[in-house]
C-alpha cells in the first residue's frame, strides 16, 4: 500500500553554516564591528548577543537572509522576547523540530477533508498518510502544500 510521511525537520548542518555566515557578516560590517555582536548555536537553539535592541534587528535580518539562502524555511525559528541588561540584549530562538499534536491533527483534517480514500495516522512528530492509490496520496501532498501551516513541513519516505 503506498504511503508517505509528513515531517518538519531542519537540517543542522546548514543551520550552523548560516549561523557561522553570519558571525562571518557580522564582524565585517563597519556599524557592527566595534559591538560585542554575535550569534552563538546550542543544537536547535540560537542567542543574538548585542549591545542594543536595533543591532539585534540588525542581525535578525542578517540571519534571515543567510537561513534562506541555504535553503531553510525561516517559518520553523520561534522568537522569543529581547532579554535587555544594562550593557547587552539577548534575544534567543529555536528552531522547531518535528509536528506538534495540534499540526498533526490539522493535517489529519485536511487528509480527510479531500474526500479520498487515504488514512492518516500521527506517529511520535510525524504523520504518516497512506492510500490505495498513488494518485490520491499525491492529491493530498498538493492540498497540504497549498494550505498555510506555521510550520514548514517536508514529505519524505514515499513508498509504493
Do not use: W, Y
Not at 566595534?34 to 546550542?42: K, N, P
Not at 540588525?58 to 534571515?64: A, E, G, P, R, V
Not at 534562506?68 to 524555511?73: A, E, H, N, P, Y
Amino acid at each position: 500500500m503506498p504511503s508517505f510521511d509528513v515531517v518538519s525537520e531542519v537540517d543542522l548542518h546548514e543551520l550552523t553554516n548560516a549561523v557561522d555566515q553570519t558571525n562571518r557578516e557580522v564582524s565585517n560590517r563597519f556599524d557592527l564591528k566595534e559591538t560585542c555582536a554575535s550569534v552563538e548555536q546550542d543544537g536547535h537553539a540560537l542567542t543574538i548577543i548585542a549591545d542594543a535592541e536595533f543591532h539585534i534587528a540588525q542581525i535578525h535580518d542578517i540571519l534571515q537572509g543567510k537561513i534562506t539562502k541555504r535553503g531553510l524555511d525561516i517559518a520553523c525559528l520561534q522568537l522569543e522576547e529581547v532579554e535587555t541588561t544594562i550593557n547587552s540584549c539577548k534575544q534567543r530562538m529555536l528552531a522547531r523540530q518535528g509536528i506538534d499534536k495540534n499540526a498533526a491533527r490539522k493535517i489529519v483534517k485536511l487528509a480527510k477533508e479531500t474526500k479520498l480514500k487515504v488514512q492518516a495516522q500521527i506517529q511520535q512528530d510525524q504523520v504518516r498518510i497512506s492510500g490505495k492509490k498513488r494518485n490520491d496520496l499525491q492529491v493530498v501532498m498538493a492540498q497540504l502544500k497549498k494550505t498555510p501551516l506555521d510550520l514548514p513541513i517536508q514529505f519524505t519516505n514515499f513508498r509504493d
